[in-house]
């Protein structure tokens, strides 16, 4: 293969990322909390070492995936009217307790067990504020749940819902749908805002995502044609090189 081929391949590779990337936040556009995911591509260039290169080199630019990071904008809130759906307005999360250890979500779609364990969507205990397990009696009523997490029942102040945070967000490292999983310390949020009854709806432009992938995948056929013509001229000009002369006589 030529360099032509070789720079079109490097392409290929970051738009099939490009591709997975966007097709993950499309199919999450409708979970609770989820955080669409972004692709850093970069260019490296490289110059020409030919003998019969002219001076200043003729460069040659690859396209190189870096990374895939998370865009941490909240989302918008929907009215839900269920006792147990929390959203949070501004920073912070709900920690949860998994198979796995802590783990941190925007996601605030719980339910209580018949236990009074009050768990999110896959079972996972909600921590409080002292990293517990929180547990609502089944005999109490959620009667409130101010801005700071206390909840109230009819007997009074029985715990508060944990609001935790990382000093950098780009941390995180997701797992899942709506997990995230902290690899620094964590700690409690200064400035809390739970709203009860509400849910923070995931942040993916759906419009915005489709139309991206309509994009990436014209720039994808459009490689690939190049590369597959390329294979073709090469392949004609070696049937030619190692033609045998007797047969065209």
Not at 40 to 52: D, G, R
Not at 63 to 75: E, F, K, P
Not at 124 to 133: A, E, F, W
């Amino acid at each position: 293969m030529d360099n032509t081929t070789y720079i079109a391949l490097s392409r290929i590779d970051t738009l099939t990322r490009a591709l997975d990337v966007t097709a993950n936040n499309l199919a999450n556009a409708s979970t609770d909390g989820f955080k669409a995911s972004r692709e850093l591509f970069s260019q490296y260039v490289v110059k020409q070492k030919e003998a019969n290169t002219v001076a200043g080199g003729k460069e040659e630019a690859y396209t190189q995936d870096q990374a895939t990071y998370q865009d941490h904008l909240q989302g918008q809130m929907r009215t839900t009217g269920n006792q147990t759906d929390f959203a949070i307005n501004g920073e912070g999360y709900f920690a949860v307790r998994t198979t796995q250890g802590i783990r941190l979500t925007r996601n605030g779609q719980f339910n209580r067990r018949m236990d009074g364990t009050i768990v999110d969507g896959s079972g996972n205990p909600v921590l409080d504020r002292q990293n517990q397990n929180l547990v609502i009696r089944l005999e109490d009523d959620i009667l409130s749940v101010s801005s700071d997490g206390t909840i109230s029942t009819q007997n009074g102040a029985i715990g508060t819902i944990g609001l935790v945070t990382v000093d950098n967000v780009n941390t995180l490292t997701p797992e899942g749908a709506y997990l995230l999983k902290p690899t620094t310390q964590t700690h409690e949020v200064a400035r809390k805002e739970i709203r009860q009854g509400m849910l923070e709806s995931s942040n993916v432009n759906a419009v915005g995502e489709t139309t991206r992938m309509v994009e990436i995948q014209r720039d994808y056929d459009l490689t690939f044609q190049l590369i597959q013509t390329e294979s073709t001229r090469q392949q004609t000009a070696i049937d030619k090189i190692t033609a045998d002369p007797s047969s065209s006589s």
